[in-house]
């Protein structure tokens, strides 16, 4: 394969990654973005599309898919190039540019690298039952893509914290029954979704506490449950007549390549400048959450805002001879928008 030029690689096309393509483009900068992924959107689309996100400006209430579909509309007129479903495999630096290699063959020729990949490579923590691989696919899910589909099932949660509360609380108003089983008999979510959801059982409004009890087996065949067997503290077993199983024990993060690279790592995380965004390798910048420094908040508004002081930084690597005019978009506006 030939190799592409870019003025920046975007590795990661999450919405701090997408984001990041629309910055770079209102200075300029055009940009490639790879994703082992094979749709953009990172954790939004692969894990929780029907979520409603709540704190994202001007967004009073915003589903996670709708957020990317706007992010990728806000990016479409600078005409980012998606490299999806491969990896970046490899960093290397050649005459004062960067070279991306991927899983498939491409590499990228780049002035500057911003690193938007989330905590590196994800999957499901999976609970260590017997038979899993038969139903997972099927009736064992660790996201949920659409609601819709568990109408009418019986639904066996499994996990204490945020994700795992409010699906139970979502899914109540489709699902014929929603257990939730918790190895103790408090849950690490927010307050007011512990207390709705400790509303719900307490009403019988088909929610069920299984606690403190913890995953036992599995019953059914040719990937469908018919049950779900949990057992309690003291060694004592209940069967859960259940039709789907959602575990939410959270997700193994894996920085993968990245890791090689030299950079400056705080366990998953990269260690940044906040005030530019660049890690210890001058040209390599981190966003989102992969990137780590002194008062870091984990939110993808702050990631949006680390996504404009990366592009700013960059600049000067893309365009060295050129000044940087602060404009407003007001003021500047928007290729092909009025």
């Not at 996100?53 to 957020?67: H, K, S, T």
């Not at 540019?97 to 905590?119: F, L, N, P, Q």
């Not at 260590?128 to 139903?135: Q, R, S």
């Not at 260690?271 to 990137?291: E, H, K, L, S, Y």
Request: glycine share 10%; net charge negative; charged share 20%.
């Amino acid at each position: 394969m030939s190799v592409q030029e870019t003025d920046i690689a975007i590795i990661g096309a999450g919405p701090v990654g997408l984001f990041a393509v629309f910055e770079c483009g209102m200075l300029k900068m055009r940009c490639q973005v790879i994703d082992s992924l094979d749709a953009i959107g990172g954790q939004c689309t692969a894990l929780y599309p029907e979520k409603p996100i709540y704190d994202i400006p001007g967004f009073p209430r915003v589903g996670a898919a709708e957020l990317i579909a706007q992010l990728a509309e806000q990016a479409a007129p600078f005409d980012p190039v998606y490299a999806l479903g491969q990896q970046v495999q490899a960093l290397s630096e050649h005459n004062g540019r960067w070279r991306v290699a991927t899983s498939t063959g491409a590499e990228i020729d780049a002035r500057a690298v911003i690193i938007a990949g989330g905590s590196g490579a994800f999957g499901p923590n999976r609970p260590p039952l017997p038979g899993i691989a038969e139903y997972e696919g099927k009736s064992i899910f660790y996201a949920v893509q659409r609601r819709e589909a568990f109408r009418g099932k019986r639904v066996v949660i499994a996990g204490g914290g945020d994700s795992a509360l409010d699906w139970a609380i979502s899914l109540a108003e489709v699902a014929e029954k929603v257990y939730v089983v918790h190895r103790r008999a408090k849950f690490r979510g927010a307050p007011e979704t512990v207390a709705r959801l400790h509303a719900l059982a307490d009403a019988d409004n088909g929610v069920e506490l299984v606690t403190p009890h913890q995953l036992h087996g599995l019953e059914g065949g040719n990937g469908q449950l018919t049950a779900v067997t949990v057992q309690s503290l003291d060694g004592e077993t209940r069967r859960l007549e259940a039709d789907v199983l959602l575990p939410f024990f959270g997700l193994s993060m894996d920085l993968g390549p990245i890791a090689t690279w030299d950079l400056d790592l705080d366990h998953h995380h990269i260690r940044i400048d906040p005030a530019t965004c660049q890690t210890n390798t001058p040209g390599i910048f981190a966003i989102g959450d992969v990137a780590t420094y002194p008062g870091k908040l984990k939110l993808i508004l702050c990631g949006f805002s680390e996504a404009a002081l990366a592009a700013h930084a960059a600049y000067k690597l893309v365009h060295p001879d050129e000044a940087l005019h602060w404009e407003y978009s007001t003021t500047k506006g928007v290729p092909g928008r009025p």
